[in-house]
């Protein structure tokens, strides 16, 4: 009925072409043109709807693309070298200004350089040797500075596993000596400790893991590391033996926190450290639950923005004195000084 070609051999067929079989023509045309123009439109109307259907998806899919790379971009890099040296002791000197019942001093220092052994950037194995140093200059007649502590040690590190958003797993190990550089004896003549140049020296080795993680919310990148430190007592001198800790526990908080608005994800404006160290071994003849057994630190590092290796530190430190010799002293100080920044994320 509204088929154009039969209507239009149907008129041609007709023996009377009027202008009334003209006109009923073109009407007849006109309405089969529209009926054929509506099919047309609903044929093609799911296949525009399909064909804005799949460019909004790809639309959707590029924007998420590009937000996405650019949420990798601002995320800190984070590698091997880099989680070993949050482990590493930081290289630091203290102002004149401790508060607790340490001795009156200049300042401490702390020189802790590292020098990395790997076969590339990527390597999932590295070591590092470090020449520590920490001095400590008394305020004394003379500004004495007496029996530093030597502690070179060689570290391992390796990388177990690596996950997406700064997930890392990584194992280490450490061999390390540890002494003052004296020769004197190690008593006085009324059987007390030579702290002036009594001889202290041990060797130890050490093993543990670091799980590092990240922190979109925070923008900040969190480190936990466990660790045991061993000294054979064949290792350590014989006056040692009983009464220097040869058994111990070491647990470590970190956390860096980088700018919430900027792009550039390079350095950490403020760190927080918590350390806990116990010590398990039989010495001193203390108790299992004896408070002595415990080390806790706390510190705090700022670096501002007008300085550009260096940072601002206040730190709380409760427990044995770590200074070599000097570690029947117990400790309950808070203390400030600057820290080098050597981190680049």
């Not at 200049?106 to 990395?116: H, T």
């Not at 608005?261 to 398990?280: C, G, I, P, Q, V």
């Amino acid at each position: 009925m509204y088929n154009v070609s039969a209507i239009i051999q149907d008129y041609l067929s007709s023996t009377e072409h009027n202008l009334k079989n003209k006109k009923e023509l073109f009407q007849r045309l006109k309405v089969a043109l529209r009926i054929k123009v509506k099919s047309a439109k609903s044929l093609l109307k799911p296949k525009l709807m399909k064909t804005k259907t799949y460019i909004l998806i790809l639309f959707l899919c590029s924007t998420f693309i590009v937000f996405s790379q650019k949420d990798v971009d601002t995320i800190p890099q984070l590698d091997l070298y880099k989680i070993a040296l949050i482990n590493q002791t930081d290289s630091y000197i203290t102002f004149p200004t401790d508060i607790g019942n340490i001795e009156s001093l200049m300042f401490e220092a702390n020189v802790n350089p590292s020098f990395v052994i790997r076969k590339r950037k990527d390597s999932k194995l590295m070591a590092l040797l470090t020449p520590q140093i920490t001095i400590r200059m008394y305020n004394e007649d003379s500004y004495p500075v007496r029996t530093p502590s030597y502690i070179p040690q060689v570290s391992f590190y390796y990388l177990a596993n690596k996950e997406e958003n700064l997930n890392y797993l990584v194992l280490f190990g450490k061999i390390a000596h540890y002494s003052n550089g004296q020769d004197g004896g190690f008593y006085n003549d009324e059987n007390s400790i030579n702290l002036q140049s009594g001889n202290f020296a041990t060797n130890f080795i050490e093993f543990g893991f670091l799980k590092t993680a990240y922190s979109n919310r925070l923008k900040a990148i969190k480190t936990i590391k466990s660790s045991v430190e061993f000294h054979p007592k064949s290792w350590m001198l014989q006056e040692m033996k009983g009464r220097y800790s040869g058994l111990r526990w070491h647990n470590s908080f970190t956390s860096f926190k980088f700018p919430l608005k900027n792009d550039e994800m390079k350095r950490a404006n403020f760190s927080l450290k918590a350390e806990t160290t116990l010590m398990l071994d039989n010495y001193n003849n203390l108790d299992v639950f004896d408070l002595d057994r415990f080390n806790a630190s706390l510190t705090f590092y700022y670096h501002p923005k007008f300085l550009e290796d260096i940072g601002l530190f206040v730190q709380f430190y409760h427990g044995m004195d770590y200074y070599n010799i000097y570690f029947e002293h117990q400790l309950s100080i808070i203390r400030f000084g600057i820290m080098t920044e050597i981190l680049r994320f």
